[in-house]
């Protein structure tokens, strides 16, 4: 291949040589006078000690008008360019690369760049190009676009970034005039016929000045396109400009057979690959998943992609090929795609940004939108952390007051509550790495000097998801991941006066409360709370793996600190240690109004419809839950008395007409911990602060101690 590339070279000489391949601030450079150099370069580069084709060479790339010559000889001499930039991180692995790397000097898989990973800035995955997959994709290119020979070009990527070579090859073969840089745009004599650039890159750049040239083409590259930066690509469009956008990630050299009209609505891209890929979208496993919508890795093979991965192992570099069969590479990308019913690939982005529920990935394209389509956002980024989903915000004028603003409204702008982020993050700028695209690990690290960055809750703050077999596997996990040696598993809404003042080195778990049932409903169909404590303990134990911490206590307030004992006496039962219950003033099951005859009775006087005639609506509420504690009280207690509790029974008892008496408790535990607060009020317990100064402190205090 390094043959044929070689070939083509001298066939571009001869037709174009006049004709000027690049414009810089230092001049105008023919493909004559850049043949010439790269000629000198390329007797230098074959003029060195035991020069061989398939050496690597370190070379930092600093301007186009010194550097371009150099590489292209470097290639003509069957050099590999180990590709970064002057003032890379990367520049001391370069070197390391170059003393300990040698590529094949025979055969197809002929190597011609050497790519650091462009998504990163933490350690590098080394990918290695060859000359058949970067010719190949060249050609594709260049007959996608048509463009004549002479057609000036802006190239805002890099050319180490790993999709360039596709581009600036296609310019070298069909005799384009070449820009490359954002300063150089100004160099354009007038308007352009391609613009080559990452979305990130023209986010960055911004609308099109008054006096900036246009673009028949504008070619996207790295990164989706997404809805908020479709009006400013149009701003750099000529009359009847068209999109052209790489679909898939660059090592596997994906692009779609899409074009796009740029005076037409923004739509999300998608296409039919190229002749020559063959593309699968593919399960955990491996199936090929067929049918329209299911979401899936996307999975390419074909005659020419990247030729591997380069591995140290023993102090040595060794390249890690890529799997071949039937002649043909194949690659298992990073990006989630799926099939539409017109039999398009949908590309939806990478899978370190979609949520996976129920072992099925999840579209997170409306909530994407619906924050996009937010006054002052710019431009969105979807991050799923450990933590959950979380939203990047560039705005135009950040400040807490509208991320509070953005966030209420996207509360009442999604149908499907599981694409609600946890947070939202809010900056004035994206940064971006040397290849153009959105640095993650930097925007994750914190922002730069002199910028703030704002964040808020989606949630209203104390509003904590609870434990419950509805729930998705993500959440559950989510919820279970925040345990520790020591927990709470609280039964019911947790006050807020309690988990504000929680401390992070114990967990804290909402386990929720069952539904309210119909009081006329018969008995069969009814529930106790030894029913309900089971399936709870089956729950918790099923989504915890059975690790509840060393030192485990339950707690609730009023009915459900019924439900938090008799969860412990269920989990006891189950041989799970269990320290101790928090009781904040339960009501007492003793009490005249809990008992079965009555229950009986309510229920026959709801079946004659007496209840709303007699009472009104507010009547029969009340009496609907009267009805509910008879049926979960007054049949757990008199049905089957429950065993006293072998951990600790720690109540916190209230003074109201219906609140657990010392006399009642010791029927369930001898001596149990007992502290009186003084209201009538029972709702006061938990809401009034002098009352939750008392037994707040004391709940932490023990819990400590243990």
């Given amino acids: 291949m390094i043959e044929h590339w070689q070939q083509l070279w001298a066939h571009s000489q001869r037709h174009h040589g006049q004709r000027p391949a690049l414009l810089a601030p230092e001049g105008e450079l023919s493909f004559s006078q850049l043949g010439q150099q790269a000629d000198q370069w390329r007797h230098f580069y074959e003029s060195q000690p035991h020069w061989q084709v398939g050496r690597c060479v370190a070379l930092p790339w600093r301007n186009p008008w010194s550097d371009l010559p150099q590489l292209v000889g470097l290639w003509l001499a069957g050099g590999v360019w180990i590709a970064h930039a002057h003032d890379s991180c990367h520049a001391a692995l370069a070197q390391e690369l170059e003393a300990g790397i040698q590529g094949p000097a025979v055969g197809p898989g002929r190597w011609c760049t050497i790519l650091f990973s462009s998504g990163s800035t933490g350690p590098p995955k080394l990918f290695v190009r060859g000359w058949r997959q970067a010719l190949l994709e060249a050609q594709a290119n260049a007959a996608k676009l048509n463009l004549a020979a002479g057609s000036p070009c802006a190239m805002l990527v890099n050319p180490w970034f790993g999709a360039s070579s596709k581009h600036l090859l296609a310019g070298f073969l069909q005799g384009w005039c070449q820009v490359i840089g954002r300063s150089s745009l100004a160099l354009l004599p007038g308007d352009g016929e391609l613009l080559y650039a990452t979305p990130s890159q023209l986010q960055a750049l911004g609308a099109a000045p008054e006096a900036s040239p246009r673009f028949a083409w504008i070619s996207l590259t790295g990164e989706a396109c997404p809805l908020s930066l479709w009006p400013l690509l149009q701003t750099w469009a000529q009359p009847g400009g068209q999109c052209l956008n790489a679909l898939g990630a660059t090592e596997t050299g994906v692009v779609a057979e899409q074009v796009l009209p740029l005076s037409a609505p923004w739509q999300g891209f998608r296409g039919v690959p190229f ?51 039937a002649g043909l590479m194949g690659v298992l990308s990073n990006d ?52 959950g989903l979380n939203a990047w915000l560039q705005l135009d004028q950040p400040s807490q007051s509208l991320l509070g603003q953005i966030a209420a409204a996207l509360t009442g702008a999604l149908d499907d509550p599981r694409l609600h982020p946890q947070r939202l993050f809010g900056v004035a700028k994206f940064p971006l790495n040397a290849n153009g695209k959105i640095d993650i690990p930097q925007l994750q690290a914190g922002p730069c ?80 709370f030894k029913q309900l404590a089971s399936d709870l303990a089956d729950l918790v134990l099923q989504i915890a793996g059975n690790h509840l911490g060393e030192d485990l206590w339950l707690g609730g307030f009023s009915l459900a600190a019924w439900l938090a004992y008799a969860l412990a006496l269920e989990l006891e039962s189950r041989q799970v240690g269990v320290r101790g219950v928090f009781m904040v003033d339960p009501i007492d099951p003793f009490h005249p109004l809990y008992r079965l005859r009555w229950h009986r009775g309510l229920r026959s006087w709801w079946r004659k419809g007496y209840g709303s005639w007699r009472h009104g609506d507010v009547g029969k509420q009340r009496a609907i839950h009267r009805s509910i504690r008879q049926e979960l009280i007054g049949e757990w207690i008199l049905q089957e008395p429950p065993r006293p509790i072998q951990g600790s029974m720690v109540v916190y008892g209230g003074a109201w007409i219906r609140s657990l008496s010392r006399r009642h408790a010791q029927r369930f535990k001898a001596e149990p911990q007992w502290c009186d607060l003084l209201t009538d009020r029972h709702a006061d317990v938990v809401s009034k602060p002098e009352l939750t100064k008392l037994w707040v402190p004391k709940l932490l205090d023990t819990i400590k101690a243990s």
């Fill in 275 to 325: 002749d020559g890929k063959d593309v699968a979208v593919v399960g955990d496993q491996g199936q090929v998943l067929l049918d329209a919508g299911a979401i899936g890795r996307l999975q390419i093979r074909g005659e020419a992609l990247i030729e591997g991965q380069l591995l140290k192992a023993q102090q040595r570099w060794q390249l890690e090929p890529t799997p071949s069969r």
């Fill in 336 to 387: 989630l795609a799926r099939w539409n019913e017109k039999g398009e690939l949908e590309l939806l982005g990478r899978s370190n940004q979609l949520l996976k529920r129920h072992g099925e990935w999840l579209d997170v394209t409306p909530l994407q939108q619906a924050l996009e389509q937010q006054p002052g956002v710019q431009r969105c980024l979807l991050l799923c952390d450990p933590d």
């Fill in 449 to 528: 000097p002199g910028e703030r960055v704002f964040s808020v809750d989606v949630e209203p703050a104390g509003k904590r998801l609870e434990l419950q077999p509805s729930l998705d596997s993500l959440d559950q996990a989510q919820l279970v991941s925040k345990l520790q040696s020591t927990n709470l598993l609280w039964c019911g809404a947790i006050p807020a006066a309690l988990e504000q003042s929680f401390p992070a080195d114990v967990g804290l778990m909402a386990l929720g409360f069952p539904r309210h049932q119909d009081p006329t409903s018969s008995s069969s169909q009814r529930r106790n």
